[in-house]
């Protein structure tokens, strides 16, 4: 990804250069454990390209930024319906607390973690090179 950002309200609150954009749901049931499981394959996701042009060097290889974007809508069920559920998806409170504990957790790693603005409503813009685009489940759903 070369570039993104949140806007809040027509005013900018997060924007990086090159790395990642890890858009976050949090959902019921989800402990510490899944946050340290997040941060160690988003800290070493080889999803970079080395000198031959080959996926293989993670975030901090090539010092790049993370973006993290709360998105609960992730765990919107249309299965049933044309109205989505969001039952699957934790409490505000809650999700709160641990999508706070895995920017910290990678920031500690030396990662440079840029954040949305936790339940608002945010623009977010995305100049993605690739694309590429990974889904990564603490479950291993999928």
């Known amino acids: 990804m070369r570039s993104a950002s949140v806007t809040v309200d027509g005013e900018v609150v997060a924007s990086i250069g090159p790395g990642l954009l890890a858009l976050v749901a949090v959902g019921k049931g989800d402990q510490e454990s899944d946050v340290q499981l997040m941060a160690n394959k988003l800290a070493g996701l080889r999803v970079f390209p080395d000198q031959d042009g080959k996926m293989n060097l993670d975030i901090q290889q090539v010092k790049a930024s993370l973006l993290l974007v709360s ?30 504990a895995l920017a910290e957790n990678l920031a500690t790693r030396g990662i440079l973690v840029a954040m949305g603005k936790f339940q608002t409503h945010m623009l977010v813009e995305l100049m993605n090179d690739g694309p590429i685009t990974i889904l990564l ?5 999928f």
């Open 71 to 100: 998105q609960f809508t992730l765990y919107g069920d249309a299965r049933k319906g044309n109205r989505p559920s969001f039952d699957a998806a934790e409490l505000p409170i809650a999700a709160k607390q641990l999508f706070d």
């Open 137 to 141: 489940d603490s479950r291993k759903l």
